[in-house]
C-alpha cells in the first residue's frame, strides 16, 4: 500500500509562531474503480476497529459518539444513473473534530498503523494534517502587536492604516478613510505587520 502525508492545510507561520497547533484532519483511501472490493475489505477491518460514523448504521444520525467519519460518493453519480449504492473507489475517513488533539492523534496514529501493515498495492492513502488556532496565544500575540502599533501606522491585509481599540475590540481604520473600519479578531490583528 503506498502511504502519502500532506500538510497543505498547515500555517507553518502561525505554527512557528507557537499560534497553532498541526492536528490530524482526514485520511483519503483510493484505488481503481474495478478494484472497490479491496477498500470495501479494508473498510470491513477498520469498522471493527473504530466507531465509523455513516458507514456503521448502528451509530445514531447526528451523534458525536465515533471515532471516524466515513464519506463516499453514490454510485448513481459515479456511473451515470446505470448503478446505485456506495462507490468505494474512493472513501474519506475524518477524525472527529469534537474530539481532543490527543485523542484525534491517537486515532490517526492508529489508523496509519493498520494501513501501514495492510499489504495491498491496489490501495493507496493519503494522511492530510491541518493547523488549529491557539485563543489563549493569539489574545497574547494580539495584546503585544496592539501595544506594538497602537497609534502607529501599520499594515493589514496589504492596506496601510491604523490599528486602535473601541468598545472592546480591535478596529483597523484605513488612512485617509473616515467612512470604513475594519472589525478584527484577535486572530487577524496577528497578522498585521508595523509599518
Same mark, same amino acid.
Given at each position: 500500500?503506498?502511504?502519502?502525508?500532506?500538510?497543505?492545510?498547515?500555517?507553518?507561520?502561525?505554527?512557528?509562531?507557537?499560534?497553532?497547533?498541526?492536528?490530524?484532519?482526514?485520511?483519503?483511501?483510493?484505488?481503481k474503480r474495478?478494484?472497490?472490493?479491496?477498500?470495501?475489505?479494508?473498510? &470491513? *477491518?477498520?469498522?471493527?476497529?473504530?466507531?465509523? $460514523?455513516?458507514?456503521?448504521?448502528?451509530?445514531? +444520525?447526528? !451523534?458525536? @459518539?465515533?471515532?471516524?467519519?466515513?464519506?463516499?460518493?453514490?454510485?448513481?453519480?459515479?456511473?451515470? &444513473? *446505470?448503478?446505485?449504492?456506495?462507490?468505494m473507489s $474512493?472513501?474519506?475517513?475524518?477524525?472527529?473534530? +469534537?474530539? !481532543?488533539? @490527543?485523542?484525534?492523534?491517537?486515532?490517526?496514529?492508529?489508523?496509519?498503523?493498520?494501513?501501514?501493515?495492510?499489504?495491498?498495492?491496489?490501495?493507496?492513502?493519503?494522511?492530510?494534517?491541518?493547523?488549529k488556532s491557539?485563543?489563549?496565544?493569539? @489574545?497574547?500575540?494580539?495584546?503585544?502587536?496592539?501595544?506594538?502599533?497602537?497609534?502607529?501606522?501599520?499594515?493589514?491585509?496589504?492596506?496601510?492604516?491604523?490599528?486602535?481599540?473601541?468598545?472592546?475590540?480591535?478596529?483597523?481604520?484605513?488612512?485617509?478613510?473616515?467612512?470604513?473600519?475594519?472589525?478584527?479578531?484577535?486572530?487577524?490583528?496577528?497578522?498585521?505587520?508595523?509599518?
Open positions: 500500500m503506498k502511504i502519502n502525508t500532506y500538510d497543505g492545510y498547515v500555517n507553518q507561520e502561525r505554527v512557528g509562531r507557537k499560534l497553532a497547533v498541526v492536528v490530524p484532519n482526514k485520511c483519503a483511501i483510493h484505488c474495478p478494484d472497490a472490493a479491496a477498500n470495501v475489505a479494508l473498510m &470491513g *477491518k477498520l469498522a471493527r476497529t473504530f466507531r465509523v $460514523y455513516q458507514y456503521d448504521k448502528s451509530i445514531p +444520525k447526528y !451523534s458525536n @459518539e465515533y471515532d471516524l467519519f466515513f464519506w463516499c460518493n453514490d454510485l448513481y453519480f459515479t456511473t451515470g &444513473g *446505470k448503478e446505485t449504492g456506495r462507490d $474512493y472513501i474519506t475517513l475524518t477524525v472527529n473534530d +469534537k474530539d !481532543s488533539i @490527543e485523542r484525534r492523534f491517537e486515532v490517526f496514529n492508529q489508523l496509519r498503523a493498520i494501513l501501514d501493515g495492510y499489504s495491498d498495492d491496489r490501495i493507496s492513502a493519503t494522511f492530510d494534517y491541518t493547523s491557539i485563543p489563549d496565544a493569539e @489574545e497574547a500575540e494580539a495584546k503585544r502587536i496592539f501595544a506594538e502599533c497602537d497609534g502607529k501606522k501599520c499594515v493589514y491585509a496589504g492596506m496601510v492604516g491604523r490599528l486602535t481599540l473601541d468598545e472592546g475590540g480591535y478596529v483597523f481604520k484605513k488612512l485617509r478613510v473616515r467612512k470604513y473600519i475594519y472589525r478584527l479578531t484577535a486572530s487577524a490583528v496577528c497578522g498585521i505587520v508595523a509599518a
